[in-house]
């Protein structure tokens, strides 16, 4: 086989392999446009025969879309912000800060990352009840306001900061906040990126702990909100395809819009130090 063959080859692969990655994606967004009822008929149909946004309406009409969205957003937005303060906070303080048992807590920190997060699903709820933050966004935002892998991943490239950069602006009179917002901060931006993103796509997607900890459906985020309607329209495939579509699309545009900062920050991360 000639090189320009096995190339032609290789990338003939690799369109396939897109493609069949793609179809199920393509073809929920072309039921959310079907008719009602056209979906279900066999075969089903790969394309509308009139397209119609009349399950986006009845989404957020009558379905209760748009609580669930503006829950979604407040969660994810709120973990996203708290997490990313508390982690950086707490990998510089890993990478560049020395005190007692630093080493032993950080060695610590990184071996919960091989324990299952179900595991600790049961002692975590029973702590966030007595302290009343079942069945609100307080049990979702309070568990996921710092992650171990978050430290991780900043105090791997924090590693990186110059010391002699952080001695030179404390021999110059600055406190370590001012240090740490002015000198750390800026440093850390390509990082925060990264962390940014993938904090938020987690808590955009998370499905078993709300389900654990939110008992009233309204504080249903999106995830729940969609399990909610699979129940109660087992039979409405278009109106659950256009649910899917509301969950799913916002946050894999984001992602593929971003998705250069995110790889560059966990290469950077993983090389520093």
Do not use: C
């Amino acid at each position: 086989m000639t090189p320009r063959m096995a190339k032609a080859l290789i990338n003939g692969l690799l369109i396939g392999g897109t493609l069949v990655a793609l179809f199920p994606m393509l073809w929920m967004l072309s039921a959310s446009l079907m008719q009602p009822g056209q979906a279900n008929a066999l075969p089903p149909p790969l394309l509308p025969a009139h397209a119609t946004l009349y399950n986006y309406h009845a989404l957020f009409v009558h379905a209760g879309m748009r609580r669930y969205l503006l829950n979604s957003l407040l969660v994810s937005g709120a973990i996203t912000l708290s997490s990313l303060a508390l982690n950086l906070m707490a990998g510089y303080a890993f990478a560049k800060l020395r005190f007692a048992g630093r080493e032993t807590l950080f060695k610590a920190l990184v071996g919960t990352l091989a324990i299952p997060a179900q595991v600790a699903m049961l002692p975590l709820f029973l702590m966030l009840k007595p302290m009343g933050l079942v069945n609100n966004y307080g049990g979702v935002i309070v568990p996921a306001m710092a992650s171990a892998f978050g430290i991780f991943l900043v105090r791997q490239y924090a590693r990186g900061i110059p010391s002699e950069l952080l001695e030179a602006a404390r021999i110059d009179g600055a406190g370590e906040l001012r240090i740490f917002l002015h000198i750390v901060v800026p440093l850390l931006k390509p990082i925060m990126v990264t962390l940014a993103i993938y904090t938020f796509l987690t808590a955009w997607n998370d499905f078993m702990w709300p389900l654990i900890v939110l008992t009233g459906q309204e504080h249903y985020t999106l995830p729940l909100g969609l399990a909610s309607l699979a129940r109660e329209h087992s039979t409405d495939t278009e109106l659950m395809m256009a649910g899917s579509v509301v969950t799913v699309v916002p946050v894999l545009v984001l992602f593929l819009a971003l998705q250069r900062y995110y790889l560059e920050g966990l290469l950077l991360g993983s090389v520093k130090g």
